[in-house]
């Protein structure tokens, strides 16, 4: 008997962390063995050369001009933030349902021809992308069997009339998809309350990662960023710089630290910010104005930002908003290093609070502030905390368990 056919879509403007399951299932060899595969996304330059250095590409896939609804953030940035929100209703209006049509076309097209036994499509959050949805109604006009969609993220209500206008698509697309999966149970439940599925309809698959290859040891990265003879205890940050990662709350964190220490020639630390985005130039005045250049440093994009972090004592992700289920938790805990998080979306699921790491409150400067202090003061702590997590993600969170449970959902689903 041949082997059942999947089809996977996706639409992202670069191989985000999102795009990092679909990495793990074209370069699996059970999936290979049990399924022939294909894939799709939207053409983008930056996609294509991420997807090359990523996978291995030897199956058919395809590449989709799809035209950009996407408005000009430079534009934006100058403008009242009513006009911003009609800018963005006069665009749905206006462009979204004749794109719509036309992405459902083409998708029709290729579905009637490739004919999967499964559709696979990758999608942010929710809504995100237009062509996920329009993946999902194609697929239903192809009688494609069964239409998985992948939610990575918190799933947006109708509490902004940006969305009102998106209701019915999302009645039609919980109408159409066989199965939603969501990398957390906290984004399941958010799935279930927007989109009013039953709880029957949505599936938690924990993402898996598969560590990525470290080129260079501990020393090396530290004299490389210049910390030869710094020999404290060394925190970092690895993410993009935009308000919702939190990095203010951090630096707010770091002053009140020091406001509580008599002596502050004492405080022997270093953060360690990777990352770039719109924020950094204020952030990094932040920095000078406050006196807090001894203890920040701002090394922009790592190459390899496992390198980055194998070098690190404990690592801090300080999001106040907009998380799921993050891969860096995940990259830290496979490295053994202690992790403090705020307690947001999917990281209760991924950090145990006092073992493999320390759980804040978003926005909580003090709680943060502690949990800093906590992990300064004990070296011992840190590596308990540290081993705790490396077991936590070899029973949990590898690429080979992941993978697994997606095929064992794609057989029930093809023999139901």
Not at 290 to 311: R, T
């Amino acid at each position: 008997m041949a082997n059942k056919k999947i089809h996977f879509y996706t639409d992202c403007p670069f191989f985000a962390g999102c795009e990092n399951m679909l990495a793990n299932f074209w370069s699996s060899s059970i999936i290979r063995e049990q399924f022939e595969i294909s894939a799709s996304y939207r053409d983008s330059i930056p996609y294509t050369e991420a997807l090359n250095q990523r996978t291995e590409i030897d199956f058919p896939i395809y590449p989709l001009k799809f035209p950009d609804l996407s408005l000009s953030t430079s534009l934006l940035a100058y403008l009242p933030l009513f006009i911003k929100r009609g800018l963005l209703a006069f665009k749905i209006l206006l462009f979204s349902m004749p794109v719509l049509f036309y992405e459902v076309w083409v998708l029709r097209r290729q579905y009637m021809l490739l004919q999967p036994d499964v559709i696979h499509i990758n999608n942010g959050g929710y809504p995100a992308a237009l062509s996920a949805r329009a993946a999902v109604i194609a697929a239903r006009l192809s009688k494609v069997p069964n239409i998985v969609m992948v939610v990575n993220n918190m799933a947006t209500d109708y509490s902004r009339p940006s969305r009102w206008l998106n209701y019915p698509l999302d009645r039609l697309v919980a109408f159409s998809v066989t199965k939603f999966i969501t990398g957390s149970v906290a984004a399941a439940c958010q799935l279930q309350k927007v989109l009013r599925l039953s709880k029957d309809k949505v599936v938690t698959i924990h993402n898996g990662i598969n560590v990525r290859q470290i080129t260079e040891t501990p020393d090396q990265t530290r004299n490389r960023l210049g910390l030869e003879s710094f020999d404290g205890v060394i925190f970092g940050v690895v993410a993009i710089m935009e308000s919702r990662k939190g990095h203010q709350v951090l630096l707010n964190a770091l002053l009140k630290l020091l406001q509580e220490i008599q002596n502050k020639e004492t405080l022997n630390l270093k953060i360690v910010f990777e990352g770039d985005g719109p924020l950094r130039d204020d952030l990094q005045d932040f920095v000078i104005n406050n006196q807090l250049s001894k203890h920040c440093i701002f090394i922009g994009n790592e190459k390899n930002v496992m390198n980055f972090m194998a070098f690190l004592d404990v690592l801090i992700l300080p999001s106040i908003g907009y998380e799921d289920f993050p891969n860096v938790i995940l990259e830290a805990m496979a490295l053994g290093k202690p992790v403090i998080s705020s307690r947001l979306a999917g990281t209760p699921e991924q950090v145990i609070d006092s073992k493999t790491g320390l759980l804040v409150e978003p926005h909580n400067c003090e709680e943060l502030a502690i949990a800093i202090k906590k992990l300064y003061l004990d070296e011992k702590l840190c590596l308990e905390m540290g081993k705790a997590g490396s077991t936590q993600f070899q029973q949990n969170f590898t690429d080979e368990i992941a993978v697994k449970k997606y095929i064992n959902l794609y057989h029930s689903l093809i023999e139901s």
